[in-house]
């Protein structure tokens, strides 16, 4: 059985974005491969978070993904600093990159223009994401097409340390689904949605009530010729509203444009959020359980007890390909 590595960044609630376009794909993986699951809260102070706030985020995160159907017998969840080989292989992976690879990263190009100081981190946690796929014998690596650079680098590194030293890493398979990768804001249509957007309006958190989705839809940028048409590059936010509408709901993108064929934006619009809404309720019931229960503690537990079993085998076998430490492993 093949094994699928995925990590997210506990900075924030969920959104729908993430929902659609990851979450509900890895319910489905985890029937066929074997997958880890990770809480990658090593990668979120890269930039400065409020420490009572990102425990918070991690536990809610920890929450979302069982409550979106992760299945602690199918999969393994457990928060990145819970299992100490991932920043120790990523400290080696940070001795084979150059910075020349790592100045090249999109994301550092555009993090570093915003602030005056910027972290080292920032520049350097490539390595640490190479360190969290290549642990577990990664053969595919489910990702958005803003991560697909990182995981091109993460495919060179370990071939440079397989020539280098000893050929012990897999090299992972960047996968990107071809429906749903990339939900777009609902304000700005030709960005992705994102939880770090200041815009709370632009996105719909996995959280959300009722009234706050039906809100957000409603006022969803679109356009003025109120038809119903699927046409990524004339009609991006109504494109943008068909493809959340047919993930949620079941049917087709063809179908729905017949079904809104001359009724306007309006009636489209309020049965998006309808659609949307059937779909987060019962997450957001099973996301209330977890938090209020020791089940969660339990099973994040039970996760890096077998995520730290299997990342120590892979890290032994890279230190000593490396000549470190004094005995043979």
Same mark, same amino acid.
């Given at each position: ?28 993986? #985890? ?17 400065? @978070?409020?420490?009572? +706030? ?15 159907? /992760? ?8 928060? @990145?600093? +819970?299992?100490?080989?991932?920043? #120790?292989?990523?400290?080696?992976? @940070?001795?084979?990159? &150059? ?7 999109? #994301? ?31 053969? /595919? ?23 280098? &030293? ?10 990107? $689904? ?6 777009? %804001? ?16 632009? &996105? ?31 009609? $991006? ?11 949620? %709901? ?10 809104? +064929?001359?009724?306007? &934006?309006? $009636? ?8 949307? /809404?059937?779909?987060?309720?019962? /997450? ?21 007890? @077998? ?23």
């Amino acid at each position: 059985m093949k094994t699928i590595f995925s990590g997210i960044q506990p900075s924030g609630t969920l959104t729908l974005g993430n929902y659609l376009g990851a979450m509900k794909n890895f319910v489905e993986m #985890q029937e066929d491969y074997n997958c880890y699951f990770c809480i990658v809260d090593q990668h979120a102070i890269t930039v400065p @978070q409020d420490r009572l +706030e990102l425990r918070s985020n991690i536990k809610s995160l920890a929450a979302l993904y069982l409550a979106s159907g /992760i299945s602690q017998e199918k999969s393994t969840l457990f928060i @990145q600093s +819970e299992v100490p080989a991932h920043a #120790q292989l990523g400290w080696m992976m @940070q001795c084979i990159s &150059y910075i020349g690879e790592l100045e090249r990263m999109t #994301q550092f190009k555009d993090k570093s223009g915003s602030s005056e100081a910027v972290p080292s981190a920032l520049l350097t946690y490539p390595p640490l994401m190479a360190a969290d796929i290549l642990l577990y014998g990664t053969d /595919i690596v489910p990702v958005g097409e803003d991560q697909k650079q990182h995981l091109e680098l993460t495919r060179d590194l370990a071939h440079r340390f397989n020539t280098r &030293y000893n050929d012990i890493f897999t090299i992972p398979e960047v996968r990107i $689904p071809k429906v749903g990768a990339r939900i777009m %804001s609902l304000d700005d249509p030709l960005k992705k949605m994102s939880k770090s957007n200041p815009k709370a309006k632009s &996105y719909i958190s996995m959280l959300d009530d009722e009234k706050t989705i039906l809100k957000k839809m409603k006022s969803a940028v679109t356009d003025s010729e109120a038809e119903v048409r699927f046409d990524q590059e004339n009609k $991006p936010g109504v494109s943008n509203l068909l493809t959340i509408y047919s993930l949620c %709901s079941g049917e087709s993108i063809e179908t729905l444009e017949k079904k809104y +064929e001359g009724s306007g &934006y309006g $009636p489209f619009k309020e049965d998006t959020a309808r659609a949307v /809404i059937q779909v987060l309720k019962p /997450i957001q019931e099973r996301y209330d359980e977890l938090m209020q229960s020791k089940e969660l503690d339990e099973i994040l537990d039970k996760g890096a007890s @077998q995520a730290d079993r299997e990342a120590k085998k892979m890290l032994a076998k890279a230190e000593r390909a490396m000549g470190l430490g004094r005995k043979k492993r």
